[in-house]
């Protein structure tokens, strides 16, 4: 389809393009031979009157103009698709749909969990396709790449919309037979125990150590390092370590290892878990009621 001259379809090879500053990579997501994106670029190249990609060493990168284009043509895409998937009402007992929502370990246990169990029986058409939480997830959520994004608000971005999911307190955790700990924990043991943490992604500073530092100029001991939330509890078990957990999933896993849940010795800053979306599904009916949805899950 063309409009004005320029083939419509060339679009979602130019945001591909853009994306990937690659030919090969591009073809292979658009599920074309890499001749048929050079030429898609080559057409590209001839009604743009400009390079759009060029080769500097080995690499692509978009010229000036290419850049100016990214974000106008990534929204032309994602009003396409809001524009062709859009329902003015939404039943979730008969709709198909797959829900792409990106979250931790953690929310995917104490909420995401419950809410799969209840679709299997109320919504059995709806799909809920967790992935975790990455580096890179602001650019995913900017290109409608995913549905929903749950995280804490201050790794969220502030030019999409958001709203809260619940909030949660801080407990600690130890094996339930760590002879150094009893029914309660003072501050002085608190700091003299070795601490199992986790940091997720690459790129992710441990703001939890540098909170703590600042509000009570101590550093906590590190005994270990886990990668996500849910290896903590296996961890401490046989250990004398000990780490501050969100409430919910610490009673969880209480329920399934030996682990005992006890009060923190000092005030940690409650934890507010958000929903974050793309602005141009604001007024999805399905996603208007997912995150309902979620929110009722969440408060069982």
């Excluded at 396709?129 to 995280?151: F, T």
Aim: glycine share 4%.
């Amino acid at each position: 389809m063309r409009f004005r001259r320029f083939d419509l379809n060339l679009l979602v090879a130019l945001d591909v393009l853009l994306e990937e500053r690659n030919v090969s990579r591009a073809a292979h997501r658009l599920h074309l031979s890499q001749s048929a994106m050079s030429g898609a670029l080559a057409r590209l190249r001839d009604y743009f009157d400009d390079e759009i990609m060029v080769m500097v060493g080995r690499a692509m990168v978009p010229t000036p103009l290419a850049l100016a284009l990214v974000e106008p043509v990534r929204d032309i895409l994602i009003r396409v698709q809001t524009t062709i998937e859009a329902r003015p009402t939404f039943d979730p007992a008969t709709a198909q749909r797959v829900f792409r929502v990106v979250a931790s370990d953690y929310v995917t246990e104490v909420v995401l969990a419950r809410a799969i169990r209840r679709l299997r029986r109320e919504a059995p058409g709806l799909r809920l396709e967790i992935s975790a939480v990455a580096d890179g997830i602001h650019d995913r959520l900017n290109r409608a790449d995913v549905d929903l994004v749950i995280s804490p608000d201050a790794y969220l971005t502030s030019d999409q919309p958001k709203e809260v999911l619940f909030e949660e307190t801080h407990s600690c955790v130890v094996w339930r037979d760590n002879p150094a700990v009893g029914d309660s924990l003072t501050f002085e043991q608190y700091l003299d125990m070795a601490h199992v943490v986790v940091i997720i992604g690459d790129k992710r500073t441990p703001a939890f150590e540098q909170w703590f530092l600042d509000r009570y100029g101590y550093a906590r001991k590190v005994g270990a390092v886990a990668p996500d939330f849910s290896s903590v509890a296996s961890i401490l078990v046989e250990t004398d370590m000990i780490s501050t957990m969100h409430t919910r999933l610490a009673r969880l896993y209480a329920q399934h290892l030996p682990l005992r849940v006890l009060p923190a010795p000092i005030e940690f800053p409650v934890l507010t878990e958000m929903m974050q979306w793309h602005y141009q599904f604001d007024r999805d009916p399905g996603l208007i009621w997912l995150r309902g949805y979620l929110r009722e899950c969440a408060g069982e």
